[in-house]
């Protein structure tokens, strides 16, 4: 939602980023069922995103796919509080105008995309309360209780840890798994401590982190990461939307999609595999078996099944020690005006930390207040009965604004690091975990696949989710022509399935968030009518001829630094043939001698 709740997700998350511009979308992978050969049952562990798009995607591929859910509704960390009036979301609340698979999937379902709700009066003035003062933002300089150095005394707290990753030496998001890139798996505080700042500074810079709890224990190269998505986002014209109605519509109906309904209040306990097949096992005792199986779900609810044979040590590792960062969601109800000369939103050094006023009616006035707490201000909230809890959130947001008691109701607590299902918001990586675990997390053990917003590359949040659902699935289809006798090599089709949300590729259809295809091979690159490319890839004078598409599908960036398309390959050698060959009769070029 929000744009301050964007700045939330943006400056806390920093949504994802930009996706695939060489592969291709295909009507008949779409349209028509490939058919599977002898193994062909799979069970999708989780109903959020990442899992309902990776059942979407088999079923288009022709597998027969069931999706257990524990809880009594899908979409996971994507929640729409329905029951509250203005409909606001407690989790998943902003679309970026790059997040190729989420619109496509959702003009896909026949949903609309709309603007995402910016707080009233708009960010540049929200003004921060510190030490028990308003202080519009441009007050904050020369602020006497403002201890930063000179050089960077204007930049607001919470703007502070990404101030600091200015010189961000990855060029683009996917880098952070590279070898290189290890040395800045430390703490953020190393690079704070080297601007000189006192223990008061240091505890507004972190007031507010969504990535770890201390800044001792936030990885730099994490944050590296998501600066990086960050700046990528911003390269893509189009503002921030939402779904509407309501995000939860799009994995609602994501899931009334599928040919079987997802099997909710579905609690898995434990996954057996073996050479011939999995039987998975949910708590009221029923066993479902099939050919491969799909954890969509997040590390922290991972922990606490039971896999045989066991995993590695070190994925296992990685499961039971990437611990999530903590939120707290407190939605309000307003009636009127609580907030006099001063803004409703506010950044606060309090331990309910933003208030966001939004105009969920579209009457323009304020409606609604999110308040958004992280770190150990959710953890205080978090261990409070209910009753004491809201009456403290209360009293300190009265304590901030007297006038508002009469003027508000507290609507929902939504206490993401409580959720025994996600007990977090995202992975809070600590220095030197992405080092340790970056690349052990993914890998498929046997027929158990691993899938959830936390196993992407190249995107993080909702995209990232949807990312991972295509990783998931082109490496079952792999997999699967490997257990299949009768199949030599994998169907050239089923290597698009991670292309099919940026690119369409007959003649006529309209470009997504890459170019439409059709002719390209053989013709400069920048050449299709009516897509908006890059400056970098105007200037590239490149003809797409078959050693280029090699280069290109492997790592784009290298090919043309400064291209939107961030995409890291990961075909073999005789899959990139097959990938190119396909696009090419696909698109009805000819082929270049
Ligand atoms: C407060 C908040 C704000 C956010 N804001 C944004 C934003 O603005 N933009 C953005 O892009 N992203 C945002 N995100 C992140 C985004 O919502 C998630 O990254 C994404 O929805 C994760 O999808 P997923 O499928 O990977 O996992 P999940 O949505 O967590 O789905 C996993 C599912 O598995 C189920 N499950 C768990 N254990 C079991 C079990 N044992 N058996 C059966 N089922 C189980 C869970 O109930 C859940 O439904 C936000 C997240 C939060 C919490």
Excluded at 225 to 234: D, E, F, H, I
Excluded at 266 to 272: D, H, M, Q, R, T
Excluded at 461 to 477: D, N, P, Q, T, Y
Aim: hydrophobic residues 40%; charged residues 20%; negative net charge.
């Amino acid at each position: 939602m929000l744009i301050n709740l964007i700045s939330s997700w943006r400056l806390a998350a920093l949504t994802a980023t930009l996706v695939f511009i060489g592969g291709c979308s295909d009507k008949k992978l779409e349209n028509q069922e490939a058919t599977p050969t002898a193994a062909e049952a799979v069970i999708v562990i989780g109903a959020g995103l990442s899992g309902l798009n990776s059942a979407l995607l088999l079923e288009e591929q022709g597998y027969k796919v069931t999706v257990l859910e524990a809880k009594n509704r899908v979409g996971g960390r994507i929640y729409t509080l329905d029951d509250v009036p203005g409909r606001p979301e407690a989790g998943g609340n902003t679309i970026s105008a790059n997040y190729a698979r989420i619109i496509d999937r959702a003009n896909k379902l026949g949903l609309t995309l709309t603007p995402a709700p910016d707080v009233v009066g708009g960010m540049r003035t929200m003004q921060l309360y510190i030490d028990g003062q308003f202080l519009d933002p441009q007050a904050w300089a020369t602020f006497s209780g403002n201890t930063f150095p000179d050089p960077i005394k204007r930049v607001p707290p919470g703007s502070m840890i990404f101030a600091a990753l200015r010189g961000n030496p990855l060029q683009q998001p996917s880098d952070w798994l590279q070898d290189e890139y290890q040395k800045y798996d430390v703490a953020i505080a190393t690079v704070l401590d080297g601007m000189r700042l006192d223990e008061r500074s240091k505890q507004l810079v972190n007031q507010t982190n969504s990535y770890g709890d201390t800044l001792d224990s936030t990885s730099l190269l994490a944050l590296y990461r998501t600066a990086a998505s960050y700046a990528k986002a911003g390269d893509i014209q189009g503002g921030l939307s939402a779904i509407a109605g309501g995000n939860q519509r799009l994995p609602e109906a994501m899931a009334a999609k599928l040919k079987r309904p997802v099997l909710l209040e579905k609690f898995v306990s434990s996954i057996a595999l073996s050479d011939a097949g999995v039987v998975v096992t949910t708590s009221d005792g029923t066993k479902y078996e099939a050919d491969y199986v799909i954890s969509s779900i997040p590390l922290t609810a991972l922990r606490k099944i039971n896999i045989t044979p066991a995993l590695p040590p070190l994925q296992q590792r990685a499961i039971n020690e990437i611990d999530y960062s903590k939120t707290l969601i407190v939605q309000l109800t307003v009636t009127g005006d609580y907030w006099g000369e001063q803004t409703p939103s506010l950044w606060t050094d309090t331990k309910i930390e933003r208030i966001f006023a939004t105009s969920l009616d579209d009457s323009g006035k304020v409606t609604n207040l999110t308040f958004w707490l992280t770190g150990a201000n959710a953890e205080h909230f978090s261990g409070m009965q209910n009753e004491a809890r809201d009456k403290a959130l209360l009293d300190t947001f009265y304590a901030i604004y007297p006038k508002a008691e009469g003027l508000v109701t507290l609507q929902k607590v939504v206490d993401w690091s409580s959720d025994p299902l996600i007990l977090g918001t995202w992975p809070a990586y600590k220095p030197g975990q992405i080092t340790e675990f970056g690349n052990a997390i993914a890998p498929p053990h046997g027929r158990l696949h691993f899938a959830g917003e936390h196993t992407a590359l190249s995107n993080t949040g909702m995209e990232g989710a949807m990312e991972s659902s295509e990783r998931v699935v082109s490496e079952i289809l792999r997999n699967n022509s490997k257990h299949t006798v009768a199949t030599a090599a994998i169907d050239p089709k089923s290597l698009f399935v991670t292309c099919m949300a940026c690119h369409s590729l007959n003649e006529g259809e309209p470009h997504k968030l890459g170019p439409n295809l059709y002719g390209f091979f053989g013709q400069p690159a920048a050449s299709r009518e009516g897509f908006n490319y890059s400056p970098a890839l105007k200037g590239a004078s490149i003809v797409w001829d078959k050693p280029i598409l090699r280069e290109w599908l492997k790592t784009p960036e290298k090919v043309v630094p400064g291209t939107r398309m961030i995409y890291r390959g990961s075909l073999t050698e005789p899959e990139l043939e097959q990938l190119i060959d396909y696009l090419i009769t696909q698109t009805s070029s000819k082929v270049n001698p």
